[in-house]
């Protein structure tokens, strides 16, 4: 009896969990969705949101290989390729085989690719700012606090 109860809660807090991931997530497209809408008036880009989580992707002026580029946003190579397919193909990143590894592809932004990403992470603090800025000091808090506490409970189980 005490299995079933245990099998029953279990249920309960995965769907739980579920419906705040999901909510979470809605949060993100929205806001993502925000920034690329005043972005593309204010910078005239038109890139999707594949194309902004590619351009997540650096971290730094330099270049990655295919592989770091994954890893940063965690996609399979696949779908990274395909995100860097699309990014090379408006002037936003350019690639190359290196010339000590011919097996290895690096990637590194444009001048074009660096301006919109600088600008993009520019008009996303103002709108993270934005958002934010409606919380009191102890929800302010309180967000970040439990922010931490998911992250810390996220490494341990992964």
Same mark, same amino acid.
């Given at each position: 009896?005490?299995?079933?109860?245990?099998?029953?809660?279990?249920?309960?807090?995965? @769907?739980?969990?579920?419906?705040?991931?999901?909510?979470?997530?809605?949060?993100?497209?929205?806001?993502?969705?925000?920034?690329?809408?005043?972005?593309?008036?204010?910078?005239?880009? @038109?890139?999707?949101?594949?194309?902004?989580?590619?351009?997540?992707?650096?971290?730094?002026?330099?270049?990655?290989?295919?592989?770091?580029?994954?890893?940063?946003?965690?996609?399979?190579?696949?779908?990274?390729?395909? !995100?860097? @397919?699309?990014?090379?193909?408006?002037?936003?990143?350019?690639?190359?085989? @290196?010339?000590?590894?011919?097996?290895?592809?690096?990637?590194?932004?444009?001048?074009?690719?660096?301006? !919109?990403?600088?600008?993009?992470?520019?008009?996303?603090?103002?709108?993270?700012?934005?958002?934010?800025?409606?919380?009191?000091?102890?929800?302010?808090?309180?967000?970040?606090?439990?922010?931490?506490?998911?992250?810390?409970?996220?490494?341990?189980?992964?």
């Amino acid at each position: 009896m005490g299995d079933s109860n245990k099998a029953f809660a279990t249920i309960q807090q995965i @769907d739980k969990l579920e419906s705040q991931i999901s909510k979470v997530r809605e949060f993100f497209v929205e806001f993502t969705n925000r920034v690329i809408s005043i972005d593309k008036e204010k910078l005239k880009f @038109d890139f999707n949101l594949s194309q902004l989580k590619a351009l997540s992707a650096f971290k730094e002026d330099k270049d990655y290989t295919m592989g770091e580029l994954s890893r940063n946003i965690q996609v399979a190579m696949p779908s990274m390729t395909e !995100m860097i @397919d699309g990014l090379e193909e408006v002037g936003i990143v350019e690639r190359w085989r @290196d010339p000590d590894d011919r097996r290895v592809v690096r990637v590194k932004l444009t001048e074009k690719g660096k301006k !919109m990403r600088k600008e993009f992470m520019e008009r996303r603090r103002e709108e993270l700012e934005n958002i934010f800025s409606k919380l009191s000091s102890e929800d302010w808090d309180e967000l970040i606090k439990n922010l931490e506490k998911a992250s810390q409970i996220l490494k341990k189980i992964g």
